[in-house]
């Protein structure tokens, strides 16, 4: 059997939210591009001081660390560091032929958190409930991994 | 029919794409290697700075940031924040079966691109260039995406 | 045939180091936690500085750089930059099909490298013994990438 395959529901379920995930991950790349615009500022090469169409006027203080881009820096950074491990662990998952609900409840529920992780992190609301929001997805994460690390070593 | 197969023109040009692309972001890892060598700094390590074969005349601005180094930790970490989501989104597109000449386009599009958009930030060249030459890869990603989450959710 | 599959000791292979991989590098972020607390500083966002039950007593020196969290940030940013990519890559190569042997030298010579990285970068070790532990990594990537090419170019 095929596991990997839009006939398996476990494998819809996988697509369904890694696709979502991925979306959110390069959303927040537009939206540094757009807080930099929004600021005319908060920009990392030194390049990005020359005077260009999209930079009529360059001062210097346009590479200073700007804190309304660096929020989302922030959150992209905790991107990288969660979802490419969450995108490989989910698809191990999937060929642990786990029983659908469970995988579902897995996989919506990391994306459910993550979600409301961006906004809680976006909204600056407190460190507790950041922590709160991004615990159960580390722990899904671990999960899946523990599982499809038994299932393959028992196979 | 298994999609992710040699058999399947539209997954070979999924792996050529890739791996071209890891190639190329593990080369940004050697490329800082080599200039952290030419520029004998850029270090960041505290342990960095003890005398070794390889760093015979420690001398403690070696953990200053250097700017040539710095150059490409910034090429590597937008090679970080985009790359692996274009690799999951990649494999995930393959299971749409879209037409050959357009997952070719897509695929080797996104490639051309980032080379491109290398060649641009590596040379200093202004931002409204580098900025063009991310945003179809952006696009591309979004697009595949967006195809599978539609695909999935259709069947 | 299917290699994608339980049945395929290479794929087998995969999956176990995969998910050793992802294990590892989410321990990272736990541990970067544990250390925040240990040190009750170290944090990054603005808002981490409110009264909460979990910073009872806040000051404004819990925002600066922390030395013991900052190397578990660095050998977290170490694994962004690399495992990812290993990740993709094997997968890839198992569908060049490999021998057993080889696959498993590789797949686990990765793991067993990068554990030894991390117990390098953890500890303070020389720049030169931390190096020549990330190299072998790298190039098994590399080779693994090299592989995956050839093999879909030639098929």
New interface residues.
């Given amino acids: 059997m095929?596991?990997?395959?839009?006939?398996n529901p476990v494998f819809?379920a996988y697509?369904?939210s890694?696709?979502?995930l991925?979306?959110k991950?390069?959303a927040m790349?537009?939206l540094t591009?757009l807080r930099m615009m929004q600021e005319n500022g908060g920009?990392?090469?030194?390049?990005?001081l020359?005077k260009?169409?999209?930079?009529p006027r360059p001062r210097s203080t346009q590479l200073e660390p700007n804190?309304r881009v660096e929020?989302i820096r922030?959150i992209?950074h905790n991107d990288?560091?969660?979802?490419?491990?969450f995108?490989?662990?989910g698809l191990?998952f999937v060929?642990t032929q786990p029983r659908l609900w469970v995988a579902q409840s897995l996989f919506y529920g990391y994306v459910a958190t993550r979600l409301a992780h961006f906004g809680a992190?976006f909204t600056?609301?407190?460190?507790?409930l950041?922590?709160a929001l991004w615990t159960p997805g580390?722990l899904i994460?671990?999960y899946m991994?523990?599982m499809?690390?038994i299932?393959?070593?028992g196979?």
């Fill in positions: 095929n596991l990997l395959d839009h006939g819809i697509a369904v890694a696709s979502i991925i979306l991950a390069v790349s537009w591009v920009f990392r090469a030194p390049e990005d020359r260009t169409p999209l930079n804190e929020r922030r992209q990288t560091e969660n979802l490419p491990y995108l490989v662990a191990l060929f992190y600056a609301r407190s460190h507790d950041r922590a580390s994460v671990v991994s523990v499809a690390l299932g393959a070593i196979s």
